[in-house]
């Protein structure tokens, strides 16, 4: 697990989209793995997890705030958290600014609907060349459809694993591209659901937040969360046996 955490980009969040910034200019492709606990936990029993999380040409960010304490306790020194909300935020800015080409999948229909149109009237000038919900059967059949649409950015919101399995297996179909799974951030980033509070995001408590709202998280958050502090409670201590 501690290969992970090494491969984490550790700078801002401000440095994080100025690299994106130069990546899209220069049409690298880019794909952007938003880590928390359960993926880092994951990929100790998922194959594919494992090897998309240590493929040096997939840039890890520290998404959750256990990820960014558990690597200072494994004395990897990490900056702060790039949540895949913040940016999803961005990039859909930034797409205004310079007139990018955008294809979204995932969500519920009324979500997706919405963030489009939401995209439409912040950011006139981006170009969502293409948005698909989430539940359709055939997902590959999307990036079949936004190949010849060359977009700069994909966002895919279908919860992890599904989200970066999809991304990473029609990865190489891409030239360009800033590739990302986002989780629930349609659902934010529509408004279809509120974020926490600034408070709980400022005290890094939104996943508190998020499992007041939602208590059948709560058999989720134990399966990953407990199970890889644990982990990393483990790992600290080993650590400092051999200092
Ligand atoms: N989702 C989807 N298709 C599916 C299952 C889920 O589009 O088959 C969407 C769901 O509507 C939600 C997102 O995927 O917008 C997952 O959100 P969740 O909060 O579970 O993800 P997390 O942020 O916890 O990874």
Request: with cysteine; hydrophobic share 40%; aromatic share 10%.
């Amino acid at each position: 697990m501690e290969e992970y955490f090494k491969r984490l980009y550790a700078a801002s969040f401000n440095d994080f989209c100025e690299c994106l910034n130069k990546r899209i200019a220069q049409k690298e492709r880019t794909f952007i793995v938003t880590a928390n606990p359960e993926t880092f936990w994951m990929g100790q029993s998922d194959k594919e997890i494992n090897t998309i999380l240590l493929d040096p040409k997939v840039t890890l960010v520290p998404d959750g705030i256990s990820i960014v304490k558990s690597a200072h306790m494994l004395d990897i020194a990490i900056k702060e958290r790039i949540t895949g909300c913040d940016l999803a935020d961005y990039l859909l800015k930034y797409a205004g600014k310079k007139g990018l080409k955008i294809a979204l999948l995932g969500a519920k229909e009324e979500v997706i609907t919405k963030l489009v149109e939401k995209i439409k009237s912040d950011y006139p000038a981006a170009q969502v060349v293409y948005a698909e919900n989430g539940y359709t059967p055939d997902k590959d059949a999307f990036f079949q459809k936004i190949k010849k649409l060359e977009p700069d950015i994909v966002l895919v919101a279908l919860g992890i694993p599904a989200q970066e399995k999809l991304i990473y297996q029609h990865l190489k179909e891409f030239k360009k591209g800033i590739f990302m799974g986002v989780g629930g951030s349609f659902d934010v980033l529509s408004g279809s659901k509120k974020r926490a509070p600034k408070v709980f995001i400022k005290l890094h408590l939104e996943w508190l937040y998020r499992l007041l709202c939602e208590p059948k998280r709560i058999k989720r958050f134990y399966d990953n969360n407990i199970k890889f502090m644990a982990h990393i409670l483990k790992l600290k201590k080993a650590k400092n046996k051999t200092k």
